[in-house]
């Protein structure tokens, strides 16, 4: 793998990336950030999903996520696969942008849906000459050239998003839909007692048809899928100091000493080992 690029900062992190040698089929496993994603593919043969939505990419293409909305990607072919991403979070820009109007191609929209942006989509170039700036000399300094510069791109993701709103395309995929559907029940009902028998008698599936479905769509199955979700607002709860028996609970788990497990299966740490805000407390 092939760094081109990078900048890590308190603020964002930004890279640009070549796989010159990928495997086909590899599959990256599904997650989902704390910040929110800018995606830019430049080259390759990839299949993304976010939230059980797939999308086939092509050189061009730009994704957004929100922070917790999961996805994953599947490279189809052993094309050099090559992309730059950019991590911030959603404040970043309120200083300048008061009304939050950056942040609707964000957060304005169902999860899963109006994440990948075209060329057509943007209606000229000027998004990509803004990628491709990113990564430039900096006469100002680096990190006040790259806000710049990513203030710009945020603008024409903007008025991209406002173009492609307009023409918004329904899903005609029967089972695609029903996966949607089933996505947003979820997300909705997250915290309450959720299980493969209630959500297959909701969807008038079998327990076997809902979760092939669901992990054709997203690579993972139903209830994985509902574990990393919780763990992923679990976590977000705890990092802002509150205490990690109550999330436990109110997040939907049964037990601390399960939740403890999976928790630091999933992060690396324990949910004590977690709390941003134990230092401040000193």
């Not at 599947?74 to 970043?92: C, S, T």
């Not at 100002?140 to 945020?154: D, M, N």
Request: charge should be neutral.
């Amino acid at each position: 793998m092939k760094r081109f690029f990078e900048l890590r900062c308190d603020d964002f992190h930004i890279h640009h990336t070549l796989t010159e040698h990928p495997e086909n089929g590899e599959m990256f496993p599904m997650h989902a950030h704390d910040r929110l994603e800018i995606y830019y593919f430049i080259s390759g043969y990839c299949r993304y999903s976010v939230e059980g939505n797939e999308y086939i990419l092509k050189p061009g293409d730009v994704m957004l996520m929100q922070p917790s909305e999961t996805h994953n990607l599947k490279v189809m072919g052993d094309m050099p696969y090559e992309r730059m991403v950019i991590h911030f979070f959603p404040n970043y820009f309120k200083n300048y942008d008061p009304e939050g109007l950056l942040m609707k191609p964000f957060f304005e929209r169902p999860l899963g849906r109006l994440n990948r942006y075209s060329e057509e989509d943007f209606g000229s170039k000027l998004y990509q000459q803004c990628f491709e700036s990113l990564s430039g000399d900096t006469p100002l300094g680096i990190k006040l050239e790259t806000e710049a510069k990513l203030f710009a791109l945020l603008c024409e993701v903007y008025k991209a998003y406002c173009t492609k709103k307009e023409r918004a395309e329904e899903v005609s995929n029967d089972n695609a839909e029903t996966v949607l559907q089933l996505i947003d029940y979820i997300n909705k009902n997250l915290y309450e007692p959720l299980s493969l028998n209630s959500l297959s008698d909701r969807f008038f599936l079998s327990q076997s048809q809902l979760n092939r479905l669901f992990k054709k769509a997203t690579g993972t199955s139903v209830w994985e899928y509902i574990t990393i979700k919780r763990l992923i607002s679990a976590r977000n709860r705890i990092r802002i100091g509150e205490q990690a028996g109550k999330v436990c609970t109110s997040c939907g788990f049964k037990d601390y000493s399960s939740f403890y497990r999976m928790y630091k299966n999933r992060f690396g740490v324990s949910p004590k080992q977690d709390d941003m805000t134990k230092d401040s407390k000193k």
